[in-house]
Every structure is written in structure tokens, then in C-alpha cells.
């Protein structure tokens, strides 16, 4: 019950046709007021909610990028430049015009964004962007590139499959979703049967450490 309420909360302001006051009393307040009060209410433990559609796995992330007030930190192993890695993209930069503070990890080996607009986000006064073991890629040339596979490969395929969205220190989700339609049900061709959980309580706390660990790796 204490991720469900959460959980609730965004789906119903989501919904077309429900103001805040119609939809749920949690909405009327700021994140930090809602997980503080399910916390409360379920002192010392974690709560846990499977987000197994595609549609509520993006929209619950687009509502705490939105609700975030000091912090968030992401971190993938691949981040597409199609419909939903724009957005995703997007959704973090209003969060970074409006003061909070955003970190990004991200694998060197599948970025598809050109350096510019990762050096462009990373100039951002709130936003960092760090990349995971950047052999392959971000600043590589083909011949380095080449050499380095043939010199020391073990170091080239020592890769960051961690996938976290960690919001405030208190709200994250984890699971087997990338940044890309493939992995939301928004691809036409296919889609992976990947699912999210949306974590609630200490367990943020912990995921938040793991992402420092990750970071100092980078």
C-alpha cells in the first residue's frame, strides 16, 4: 500500500478530465509531502509497486521528473535519440531550468547522440552528465577505437547495465527498461518485455548509493 498510493496519486492526475481536487489528495501537495506522509504511515520500511505497462512505466517517470524538487539521478545503459529518449531528455532539462539538481550516467557503448548535445547538456549549470568507460564512442576516433578492442578488450566490454531513476533521495525506479520506444510499446516494428518497479522509502536511499559507486566508476 505505500508505493500503491503513491502510485495512484499519478495515475489519476494523468487521467484526462481529472483537476487535483477531483483526483486524489495527494496530488494537491509536493512530492516530498507525499512520500513523507507514506513514510510515516509505514515507519522504517520500503513499498514496492510493478510497473508492467509501458504506458505506466513513462507517464510515473514523466510525473516525478515534473514533481522533483531538489534531485534526480539517472543512470542506463543505452539512451536511443528516438521519440522517448527526446523526452526523457527534455523532461530532465525543464527539471534543471527550474533549480533541481540532475545527474546522468550513462554507457559509453550505445550513445547515439552526437557529442555536441552532450557536451551542450552537460554545460548546464544543473545538470551532469557523466559516461560510463568511454572507450568506444564519446571523443574516440575509429582508429583509436579499433585499437583499443585489439589492445585491451577486457577494459572496452566492462559495461554499466545499471537502468535507475532516483528522485529526491526518496522515490526511484529500477528494472529492465531502457531509454528507448522498443522498451515502452512505442516502437511499430517490436517491443521488449521489460518491466519497472517504483520503489518507495529507504530502499532510494540505497539505490542512491549504488549510483554514487557508479559515478565514481565513470
Known amino acids: 500500500m505505500l508505493v500503491l498510493s503513491l502510485f ?8 484526462p478530465g481529472h483537476s ?7 496530488t494537491k501537495v509536493s512530492l516530498s509531502e507525499i512520500s513523507a506522509d507514506l513514510c510515516r504511515q509505514h515507519p522504517g520500511k520500503s513499498g514496492a ?3 508492467e505497462r509501458g504506458i505506466d512505466a513513462l507517464l510515473t517517470r514523466a510525473w516525478l521528473a515534473d514533481h ?4 534526480i539521478e539517472v543512470q542506463y545503459f543505452i539512451w536511443s535519440t528516438d521519440n522517448i529518449g527526446i523526452l526523457a531528455a527534455e ?10 539538481k540532475v545527474r546522468v550516467i550513462v554507457d559509453d557503448l550505445l550513445i547515439d547522440a552526437p557529442d555536441e548535445s552532450m557536451l551542450a547538456l552537460s554545460a548546464h549549470p544543473n545538470i551532469e552528465v557523466r559516461i560510463y ?15 583499443g578492442l585489439i589492445s585491451n578488450f577486457r577494459s572496452c566490454n566492462q559495461r554499466m547495465h545499471d537502468k535507475t531513476f532516483i528522485v529526491d533521495n526518496m522515490v526511484a525506479i529500477t528494472g ?3 531509454m528507448a520506444d522498443e522498451y515502452f510499446d512505442y516502437d ?20 542512491r548509493q549504488s549510483f554514487e559507486s557508479s559515478g565514481r566508476a565513470a
Open 20 to 26: 487535483c481536487a477531483q483526483s486524489s489528495e495527494y
Open 133 to 147: 568507460n568511454p572507450t568506444n564512442s564519446v571523443g574516440v576516433s575509429i582508429p583509436e577505437r579499433a585499437f
Open 68 to 71: 522533483a524538487a531538489a534531485s
Open 8 to 15: 495512484l496519486s499519478i495515475t489519476l492526475f494523468l487521467l
Open 188 to 207: 511499430h516494428e517490436y517491443t521488449f518485455r521489460d518491466r519497472d518497479i517504483l520503489l518507495l522509502g529507504p530502499v532510494a536511499g540505497q539505490m
Open 91 to 100: 523532461s530532465l532539462l525543464r527539471a534543471a531550468e527550474r533549480g533541481t
Open 176 to 178: 529492465g527498461r531502457n
Open 49 to 51: 509497486f510493478v510497473l
